[in-house]
């Protein structure tokens, strides 16, 4: 899968080489480009924003450089990722589909946001999602767009050892997964619940269903039809 991202931070994105993401990017499963906005500019000053039309405070980026940044970009698979509070939410369903994408450019926004003329000129030949991560507001574009691309390329075949700890997450059933422990048994006062020592695989799968479905009710109950 590749992923470019479009930003006017590019050392946001230098943890990208850390962790299973950067293990990801050396065995070839993820490829990944980071491009400055500025770099699209023509001005002594790199300009990338200006006053909002219609008045009101802060700035907004100038539709010309993400146009010349994005039309080096999209090609016609991609997918145009617009992070935004006011774009469709986030869900692990979201990322299971992008998931099964070749390529997603990122549009880092900062200040009011992007001219919303660019979501709606590439829409007329490429597929242009806006997206939101969760119903606050941001700075910029970046730490959303770095959430996102953990979510969706832990779900790339081969991403992490066991494919199994995808399967059994939150979220993945529609449902908060049951509380984990391991070793010592015994911590602070606080004992690890016998049925996971017991070796009765039965019973402990019963008893994550049921700590999964208590879970879900009591703390987010919005999940439960
Ligand atoms: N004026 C915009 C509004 O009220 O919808 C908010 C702009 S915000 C200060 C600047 C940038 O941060 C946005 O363009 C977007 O890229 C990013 N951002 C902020 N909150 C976000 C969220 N919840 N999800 C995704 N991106 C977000």
């Known amino acids: 899968m590749r992923l470019d991202v ?8 230098d943890v990208l080489d850390v962790s299973l993401l950067g293990k ?7 490829d990944i480009g980071v491009h400055d906005l500025r770099d699209f500019t023509h001005d002594r000053h790199r300009t990338v924003d200006d006053t909002p039309y219609g008045g009101g405070a802060g700035m907004v980026m ?10 080096g970009l999209l090609q016609p698979e991609s997918i145009l990722v617009i992070p935004s509070p006011a774009g469709e939410r986030f869900t692990q369903g979201v990322a299971r589909e992008f998931a099964t994408e070749s390529h997603l ?25 806006s997206v939101s991560i ?27 050892g066991n494919p199994e700890s995808i399967v059994e997450e939150s979220h993945e059933d529609g449902l908060l997964e049951a509380p984990a422990y391991t070793k010592p048994a015994q911590w602070r006062g606080l004992s690890v619940p016998p049925v ?13 269903a049921d700590q999964s479905m208590e ?6 109950p919005d999940l439960l039809p």
Request: net charge positive; charged share 25%; with cysteine.
């Open 24 to 30: 990801a990017r050396e065995r070839g499963l993820l």
């Open 215 to 220: 879970r879900t009710r009591s703390i987010r």
């Open 6 to 13: 479009v930003t006017i931070f590019p050392a946001f994105f």
């Open 196 to 208: 996971l020592m017991s070796g009765n695989h039965g019973a402990i799968r019963q008893w994550r």
């Open 62 to 71: 100038k539709p010309e450089p993400w146009g010349e940044a994005l039309d």
């Open 134 to 160: 969760g119903d606050y507001v941001l700075n910029g574009g970046e730490v959303a767009t770095m959430a996102m691309i953990e979510a969706i390329s832990r779900l790339i075949p081969g991403m992490v």
């Open 105 to 129: 450019v990122f549009a880092c926004g900062r200040y009011e946001g992007i001219d919303h003329r660019v979501g709606e000129h590439f829409a007329r030949e490429h597929r242009v999602r």
